[in-house]
């Protein structure tokens, strides 16, 4: 069964799923829901029977303002728009509590490929970190030398000055 659910949940899938909110990496409750083959409700239903495990680090609820943002952003949320109901969404140790909470084989091959997907993320975040600061430093240790390229970069950047326009008429 693992192999079917690794083949049928990607990385790149869920990657595309996770989202930035309130400065956090979290996943709604409605894609969750389809990862781990339920319905929303279901997904929801679970939680609140079992909150004491869903502290705040785990999961919250988006406010009127965030679901509008998501709406707003994001195609795949149209059908939120008009949803009464705001969205739940959960961090990786929230998605890794869904398995324990659902307790199906497929929830818990769900969540080990979405947990493999916010590590590649945070991965991929630490390199880009590490770039950015090994570029500022190569800046400031090189930009006195280097200050002639990039004025003529700026100058080849530069739109070509145009002659003066003619006037036509009186």
């Known amino acids: 069964m693992s192999d ?15 989202l930035w ?13 389809r990862l781990y083959g339920v319905t929303t409700k279901r997904l929801n239903e679970q939680v609140k029977r079992n909150r004491d495990r869903f502290p705040i680090d785990f999961m919250f609820q ?3 303002d965030e679901k509008m943002e998501l709406v707003a952003n994001c195609d795949r949320f149209k059908n939120l728009k008009h949803s009464t109901s ?26 080990v490929q979405i947990v493999r997907a916010f590590v590649r993320l945070r991965e991929i975040l630490t390199t880009h970190k590490d770039l950015a600061r090994k570029l500022a430093v190569l800046e ?13 970069i700026r100058k080849l950047m530069a739109p070509p000055a145009l002659p003066p326009k003619r006037r036509i008429g009186f």
């Open 140 to 152: 400031n240790k090189y930009d006195h030398q280097f200050k002639v390229v990039f004025d003529a």
């Open 21 to 33: 909110i309130r400065g956090q990496k979290v996943m709604l409750d409605s894609d969750l829901a």
């Open 4 to 18: 079917d659910v690794n083949n049928l949940i990607t990385t790149g899938s869920i990657e595309q799923s996770i």
């Open 62 to 64: 988006c406010n009127a």
């Open 86 to 111: 705001l969205p739940f969404v959960f961090t990786e140790h929230g998605v890794v509590m869904l398995a324990s909470v659902l307790n199906s084989m497929l929830a818990v091959h769900a969540s």
